[in-house]
Structure formats: structure tokens, C-alpha cells
């Protein structure tokens, strides 16, 4: 098999080329996310879904996964910061939509004219109310109440006081309290108690909140494991992020085995192809030399794309065969060992070969949590640090009922 040239650095009209034909990309499979709503709305009904699409939706893109995942029924979406939230409402997407982690700086002025619900863990009550009597217009708001993470939401103590000033507030009709929540701390550990404790404590602030007369559209607790592992932390709503994207949550339990189509596939085509001799030293610091004379391949992806620099060994697939890589990640780059091609004396150059780091680790294609593992770290960072540098391109993406490109 012989392979073309490697192209040229620029191409004027990149989402004109059919992804594969491209140099570096993040090869985005909205057909996955809409296949993982699908699945986990079965596993959570009759809960609703939202699809959490924080981060850029954890590096695959906020507005093509929104839209992805409400046309496959999604019924809300959620995000950390009122900024992302209104990126989403910007793009002209209506969907309910959920805020949580605010600062002073926020904008709920913003938030509450774009009806952006907002999370509430008690301080930010105040400037809620105000942003409310600035916009005319009543909040909606989800109080948090802290049931064991340790993070946002008011201790089980504060917790009275806090729905005890948000029912006077919804009685001013100034906000209303759309829903009650807390975030679980343990659930990729089904073997743990204190996702017991934290669902016994949840309850308590339920009961609480229902004593001083709140009357929330949605209760919810679960995020991807415990919307696969905990049917009991259901409530009326699951927040789902990973799930979404088709990784597992679970350490040793693979995507397929959970019923989900990892989304991102991240590839490139290999850049240089050489023979070398024995104890050739391979990227900075000589840290791997050849065992013998050998073929190195240069994979043009590294730290500044979002590879993690720590994670050599990680895996790369040239020819349907997975290569570690060898040597340090470097900024732009990084080394595979071939093994002898001999190139030189008529052996088939790689050049220009595709290069896929993770996918959907289909035919024993390497996946995301093979360079989790390799990076010390899980699946979530792998896929959300890969770099604005890296284009997203999108395939199956669905026309939308107007024409309009989804
Ligand atoms: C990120 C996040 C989620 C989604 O968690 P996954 O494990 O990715 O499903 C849900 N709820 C909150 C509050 C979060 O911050």
C-alpha cells in the first residue's frame, strides 16, 4: 500500500474536506450523542434528561451537542457558568437551561433576561433578587443544597434558612423555585456507602424544602454513574455529561458494556517516516533510544493540542496497528516506534498515513481511557483538554426540520 504525500499546512475552506482528508481534527459523531441520549432517557425514564454540555460539552462543542442531544430528547441542558449558558441561548437554542457555579462576578442580570435557570447555594440569593427587580422579571432558580461533595450547595443546616428566604421571595413573585439538587461524590464507586448518605440527605432537604411549601418542577441528584448504577437517585431529573459523550464512568467497565458509542475521535495523518539505527534517541531528553535499527513515525499532535505531555506510552494506531509512543510529548509533536520498515531499501513509508489516538475503539482501536491510563488521570480530561487547535468537524449530523444545518 502506498500512501499520498502529506498535504499542505492550509487549506482555505477546511469544512469543505471530508474529515479524514484533513491533517489534525476532532471528529465529532453526532449520531453517538444522539444514540447516547437515547439510551440513557431509557435507562432514566421516566426521569428527564439534561444533556450537560459545560466545558464545550466537554471538548466536542457546546452548540452541535446541544441541538444533537435535544433532537434525540434531551429535555434540558446544563452548564457550570451563566457565560456558557448564554453562548448556548446566543445560538438561538431555547431549551430549559441550568446554570451552577457563579461568582460575584457573574451576570444574573443576563441570566435572568435570557431565562437562564440558576443554580442557588445560598449567597447568590441576594443578587439573584436584584437582577429579577432590574430585568422585571421573575428568576428561576434550582437551590443546591450540599449533601456530602463538599463544593457548592448549602449545608443541611443552612438549608432552612435558605428555603425559608426563597419561598418569601417567590411569594414577592420575584423568582420562582423551579428545582431542588445536590451533585453526587462517589457514584463511579457503586461499592461505596456514601452515596446512601448522600441520597438520605437529599431526601431530608426534600422534606425540608416541601415543610416550608416549595413545589419544584424537578428534583435531581444523579449524574452518568448514578443514572446507570442508582435507578433510586432518578428523581425527576438526570444530569448526564460523560454518558453523553459515550465514555464509561466506571473504571473497568467498558462503553459497550453500558450500551454507549464513544463520540470523539481524535486523528491526524503521520507527518515523517524514517529509518534509523540502533540507539537512535527519540524527543527531548533521550529518554527512549531504539533497541535496533528501526522506522520512527513523527505524529504531528502534542501538549499545545491538548495531549497530555505526561502520557508516553499512549497508544496511536497507524495501519490498524497501536503503537505506543516513545520518547517525551512534545509541544506540536510526538514518536512512534515502527518497528523496521526499511523504508530506504524499498520497505512502504507511513507518510501520510492516518494516525487515530482514541475513538470509538471499535476492531481494537485505541480509546480514551487507554490514554486515561497512560496519563495518570480519567476519560472526562482526556477528551475536554484536547485544544481549540484541533478542529472539530462533525459527521451525521442531522438537517434540521426547516433545512437549516443542525
Ligand atoms: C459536570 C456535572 C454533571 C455531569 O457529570 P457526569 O459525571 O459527566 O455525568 C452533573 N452535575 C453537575 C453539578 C456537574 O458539575
Known amino acids: 500500500m502506498t500512501y499520498p504525500a502529506a498535504t499542505g499546512d492550509f487549506r482555505p475552506d477546511p469544512a469543505a474536506q471530508p474529515a479524514y482528508a484533513e491533517e489534525r481534527s476532532a471528529v ?16 432514566a ?12 460539552a466537554y471538548g466536542h462543542g457546546a452548540v452541535p451537542v446541544a441541538r444533537a442531544a435535544l433532537s434525540a430528547g434531551a429535555n434540558w441542558l446544563g452548564t457550570a457558568h451563566i457565560s456558557e449558558a448564554l453562548a448556548l441561548r446566543a445560538a ?16 444574573f442580570a443576563a441570566a435572568v433576561a435570557a431565562g437562564v435557570d440558576i443554580g442557588c447555594s445560598g449567597w447568590e440569593l441576594e443578587r439573584i433578587v436584584a437582577a429579577a427587580r432590574e430585568q422585571e422579571r421573575p428568576a428561576r432558580v434550582h437551590l443546591k443544597v450540599d449533601t456530602g461533595l ?16 426563597a419561598m418569601e421571595y417567590q411569594d414577592q413573585g420575584l423568582l420562582r423555585v423551579v428545582g431542588i439538587f445536590s451533585h453526587l461524590a462517589v457514584a ?43 435507578p433510586d437517585t432518578h428523581f425527576d431529573l438526570v444530569r448526564v455529561g460523560l454518558g453523553l459523550y459515550g465514555l464509561s464512568p466506571f473504571e473497568g467497565q467498558r462503553s459497550e458494556e453500558l450500551g454507549l458509542r464513544p463520540a470523539m475521535t481524535v486523528r491526524t495523518v503521520v507527518s515523517h ?24 513515525g513523527l505524529i504531528p499532535l502534542g501538549y499545545a ?57 471499535d476492531d481494537g482501536g485505541p480509546t480514551a481511557e487507554d490514554w486515561a491510563r497512560a496519563a495518570g488521570t480519567n476519560n472526562y480530561e482526556i477528551v475536554t483538554r484536547i485544544s481549540p487547535r484541533v478542529p472539530r468537524r462533525y459527521i451525521n449530523e442531522e438537517p434540521a426540520r426547516d433545512g437549516s444545518r443542525p
Open 273 to 296: 517516516c524514517k529509518d534509523v539505527p540502533a540507539g537512535q534517541g527519540v524527543s527531548y531528553g533521550l529518554n527512549y533510544r531504539t533497541g535496533g535499527a528501526s522506522t520512527l
Open 92 to 107: 438561538g437554542i431555547e431549551a430549559p437551561l441550568l446554570a451552577w457555579l457563579h461568582t460575584p462576578e457573574s451576570n
Open 28 to 43: 465529532i459523531d453526532l449520531e453517538a450523542i444522539r444514540h447516547n441520549v437515547r439510551h440513557l432517557a431509557a435507562v
Open 45 to 56: 425514564s421516566p426521569a428527564q434528561v439534561m444533556a450537560v454540555v459545560k466545558a464545550d
Open 188 to 230: 463511579d464507586e457503586p461499592e461505596r456507602p456514601e452515596t446512601d448518605e448522600q441520597l438520605a440527605a437529599f431526601r431530608e432537604a426534600l422534606a425540608i424544602a416541601r415543610d416550608a411549601g416549595v413545589d419544584p418542577e424537578v428534583r435531581h441528584l444523579a449524574n452518568t454513574p448514578g443514572t446507570l448504577s442508582r
Open 150 to 165: 463538599g463544593r457548592n450547595g448549602a449545608t443541611l443546616e443552612a438549608w432552612d434558612g435558605l428555603v425559608g428566604e
Open 305 to 361: 493540542d491538548g495531549v497530555p505531555r505526561i502520557a508516553t506510552g499512549g497508544p496511536v494506531r497507524v495501519d490498524g496497528v497501536n503503537y505506543p509512543v516513545v520518547g517525551r510529548i512534545a509541544m506540536d509533536q510526538m514518536v512512534i516506534d515502527l518497528g523496521p520498515l526499511n523504508v530506504s531499501a524499498g520497505g512502504t513509508s507511513v507518510l501520510g498515513a492516518e494516525a487515530v489516538l482514541f475513538g470509538n475503539g
